[in-house]
């Protein structure tokens, strides 16, 4: 068990820094992200299931799904052990949570989204460390 909430504090840790799509502030500020929406479970031999649930700053937030794109990327990045990744929307915290739930756990989507110059553009934007 500790083994699994030292990983997720590793996860916290690599997703509180993104900056939200249209904001100055990071996920963490606007408590997109919390401590408690990283789950972590030990599937196999040194690889682990990574869990992330986060909340939208609005209920229709035209970003959710752009958000959902820069917690995957910065983490396929970033994250230095085995994973599977599933990210959700915190239940009932958008009207369209089924929807971009789907979209951003669909590889092919995920993949087809990242080729879209604008979009890659704003998730680098979103992803890189400040200096």
């Known amino acids: 068990r500790a083994m699994e909430n030292d990983r997720a504090m590793e996860v ?3 997703i509180r820094t993104i900056r939200d799509p249209e904001k ?3 996920l963490e500020e606007l408590e997109v992200v919390t ?3 990283v789950e972590v479970q030990e599937i196999g031999e040194d690889e682990y299931l990574v869990i992330i649930r986060f909340t939208p700053t609005v209920p229709h937030c035209s970003l959710a799904t752009l958000i959902g794109l820069c917690l ?3 983490l396929q990045r970033c994250l230095p052990f085995r994973h599977k990744l599933e990210i959700y ?4 915290a958008h ?3 089924e929807d971009i739930n789907k979209q951003i756990n669909d590889k092919e989507r995920v993949a ?3 080729e879209n110059p604008n979009l890659r553009e704003i998730v680098e934007q979103c992803v890189t460390e400040p200096d």
């Open 12 to 14: 916290y840790d690599i």
């Open 24 to 26: 100055p502030n990071t």
């Open 35 to 37: 401590e408690n929406c």
């Open 72 to 74: 995957r990327v910065k």
């Open 89 to 92: 929307i915190s239940e009932g």
């Open 95 to 97: 009207s369209t949570e």
């Open 112 to 114: 087809a989204a990242m």
